[in-house]
């Protein structure tokens, strides 16, 4: 049992709260991650706060002209009545129009029509409690969202196994952002979902491109080197559940990148594979507290009749926790899809998060890194992060945070630097300030 959940369970100890506590409510606990530590940055990051993953322009958050006008225009049955379980029948099908649009790789495939949950945390919980049950095995990355795991392994008692997400480095690590990147470690992924199979003839992996906390997306030649190694496992007679989590679709920064998600090549690539797509407009349509996200299902082999038991299968998750997900933020966002302008404005913003991240780029190929840290590869996203090496993560957090400046730990090693939410003005202040509180720290 994790020790945050022991120590609430010592506080509830000899209560009538502790006596009644099932089994799951023993095992959870608030972690103490990204949220906790944003939390503090909201209070003393007075100078930058790279904690969020929003973005955000003269302090405000990005909002949509769409989102912003559609708020008065809603009809009374559009704001307070009930949406059906599986959501807005029309939004479920612009949705599902919107998906096929931005993934040719889909074209000839069959998917079922995305179903509407309450945010992408909702997705990968309610996927879970369909597919996993203790004992199951579930792949991801070290470096990783770490809701997976609170998710997986408190919720569900499976268990996590990562691998290295880069592998390739020589000579004591990247100094420059200019240096020979790692590339994203295939083989790792390949041989964890091996080991699985074996243990239960089946395995889970969830595939998040762009990586938060990294922001990396693997490239053409990778992603079609995933795709092999999945294949290769399906063919030794696994069944492989691929969960592709595109919180973060469209934002690539670079050439050559694997531009749609991997739910495209994953849709006929193997009877034994079933794919599963959880997206939504959080960050591509720039409303975070929408919580609004889609599950949507596809497999060689599952026909329509098949996605629909599925669907159904899925709706009866959400009918026995949340019942339903807000109508209104649905009714918004059918309205956001077919709005003039959108798409331009859509563009706008995408090319501030793009300005941005080549300034970050432009200031890491300029600059020597001190030897405690590292920059991991990045090329998309809202995200960055460094290794640090001799160094304390969480100390180099606390005292950017004595200055100021907020940015999140990750297992006491990475330091991620969510630019989306710095202005480019801003960008070389900010990380001038980590790259002399981490020299600082080694002296």
């Known amino acids: 049992m994790n020790a945050l959940a022991e120590e609430l369970n ?130 991801v990355p070290d470096l990783h969202w770490p809701n997976y795991r609170l998710i997986v392994e408190e919720r569900k008692m499976a268990a996590g196994l990562t691998y290295p997400i880069f592998v390739g480095r020589e000579g004591g690590g990247l100094r420059r952002a200019s240096d020979k990147p790692r590339h994203y470690n295939v083989e790792g992924l390949e041989s964890r979902l091996r080991e699985a199979g074996l243990r239960r003839g089946k ?83 720039y409303v975070w507290g929408f919580r609004t996200g889609f599950v949507t299902f596809a497999g060689s082999g599952i026909n329509s009749a098949r996605q629909e038991a599925l669907v159904k299968k899925l709706m009866g998750v959400i009918r026995s926790s949340v019942s339903n997900s807000s109508a209104p933020v649905q009714h918004l966002l059918l309205k956001a899809l077919d709005a003039p302008g959108r798409r331009e404005q859509k563009a706008r913003f995408r090319g501030l998060l793009e300005e941005r991240y080549r300034k970050v780029r432009d200031f890491l190929a300029s600059h020597e890194l001190p030897p405690s840290l590292v920059a991991l590869p990045f090329n998309s996203g809202y995200f960055m992060s460094f290794e640090c090496e001799g160094i304390s993560a969480e100390t180099l957090r606390l005292r950017l945070l004595d200055k100021g400046v907020g940015t999140i730990s990750i297992q006491d090693r990475y330091l991620r630097v969510a630019f989306s939410s710095v202005e480019a003005t801003e960008v070389e202040a900010l990380y001038e300030e980590i790259l002399s509180t981490a020299r600082e720290l080694q002296a």
């Open 10 to 139: 010592t506080i509830l100890s000899g209560s009538v709260a502790e006596r009644l506590l099932a089994d799951m409510g023993r095992r959870m606990y608030f972690p103490k991650g990204i949220l906790s530590q944003s939390a503090e940055a909201d209070a003393k990051a007075k100078r930058f706060n790279a904690t969020i993953g929003m973005a955000f322009e003269h302090g405000e958050p990005l909002i949509l002209d769409a989102i912003r006008e559609g708020l008065p225009s809603l009809t009374p049955a559009e704001a307070v009545a009930y949406a059906p379980t599986a959501g807005v029948a029309a939004l479920r099908t612009r949705w599902k129009a919107e998906i096929e649009a931005k993934n040719p790789g889909l074209r000839g495939a069959a998917i079922s029509l995305p179903v509407v949950v309450p945010g992408l945390t909702a997705a990968i919980s309610y996927v879970a409690d369909l597919f996993l049950e203790p004992g199951d095995t579930v792949v």
């Open 203 to 285: 395995a889970c992996a969830i595939l998040n491109f762009p990586n938060n906390p990294t922001g990396y997306t693997p490239t053409v030649q990778e992603a079609q080197s995933i795709i092999e190694a999945l294949v290769r496992v399906a063919n030794e007679g696994t069944d492989l559940l691929i969960i592709a989590d595109d919180a973060y679709f469209g934002l690539q920064y670079e050439s050559g990148l694997l531009e749609e998600s991997l739910f495209a090549r994953l849709a006929q690539a193997h009877e034994r594979i079933l794919a599963i797509k959880v997206d939504g407009p959080t960050k591509e349509d």
